[in-house]
């Protein structure tokens, strides 16, 4: 059956992977309220095309931390790859360079910055969690700086790790034949089997819970690399970010695998927007899996989105062909619904080319134009 749309890769990836890896990957905090509230919080908003425009030419080229890409659809972090397919992050890695975008490597890889970096040219970003052993960091993002990494993505809403009731039903570890490559040689590759789940037994021995504003301006005292703040959600952490400078900021609910009942990433976005006044750039993660949810993320503010699971079930199914697939399909959506709404470049993509359900009832019947 050919495959028309990013959401079909997931039931094929159900299919394939081990009930205990599935369920890592799909599943969120408690109640998984979030989770379906970032989906479902896109169909709240709708277009107000544009037509009788000569959309023949399309330009979605991009410029993300001075780094040009071909469109602003860019690769999240997503952990432990290698679970999902035997080639993991090299296959992830290769698919993102071969689309001309960014991609994220996870603290949590199940492949090393270098061994990602040894995949050939491309523009790449390393997210990080912060250990309690600052020593263990500083090494970590040296390599990475080495490997050729671009900025470094500061994971922030993870002093412990969200409440995931598939990974304690499921006593979720990391398969012995796979190692959190990044820490090998550090003793703190291997995850033990808990009564729990293994990764939030995990976190809570290794994840620095005193993780504040000013570690930021320690991170900024041991690399050059640009820093992205990942998860924040209000205006008031928005200003905090600016203030310690962060050279942009990443809207993010963590998948919706942290705090449950936090609104949804799409609908967070335009508050953390207003308040970064345009000083920095902000992104969006979470819900994306339309190109047409890519144009109401810019529309609303971001600069750029990224997705993750889109990516993982892709390579569960197909390996580096699915996800280059998954790049392609989100970016002929997104170029599609440009087209359709009478837009030839991101800079023409307005807030006057969507209405939301939280516009005032004014606003909805006659926008200002």
Known sequence: MEITNVNEYEAIAKEKL????????????EDQWTLQENRNAFS???FRPRILIDVSNIDITTTVLGFKISMPIMVAPI??????????EYATARASSAAGTIMTLSSWATSSVEEVASTGPGIRFFQLYVYKDRNVVA?????????GFKA??????TPRLGRRESDIKNRFTLPPYLTLKNFEGLDLGKMDMANDSGLASYVAGQIDRTLSWKDVKWLQTITKLPILVKGVLTAEDAR??????????I???HGARQLDYVPATIIALEEVVKAAQGRIPVFLDGGVRRGTDVFKALALGASGIFIGRPVVFSLAAEGEAGVRKVLQMMREEFELTMALSGCTSLKEITRNHIITDWDAPQARLSPKL
């Open 18 to 29: 081990p009930k205990m890896v599935y369920d890592y990957y799909a599943s969120g905090a």
């Open 44 to 46: 709240r908003i709708l």
């Open 79 to 88: 952990a432990m790859q290698k679970m999902a397919h035997p080639e993991g």
């Open 139 to 147: 090494q970590l993002v040296r390599r990475a700086e080495r490997a």
């Open 152 to 157: 470094i993505a500061l994971t922030v809403d």
């Open 240 to 249: 905090m970010a600016v203030q310690a400078g962060a050279a942009g900021i």
């Open 251 to 253: 809207v993010s609910n």
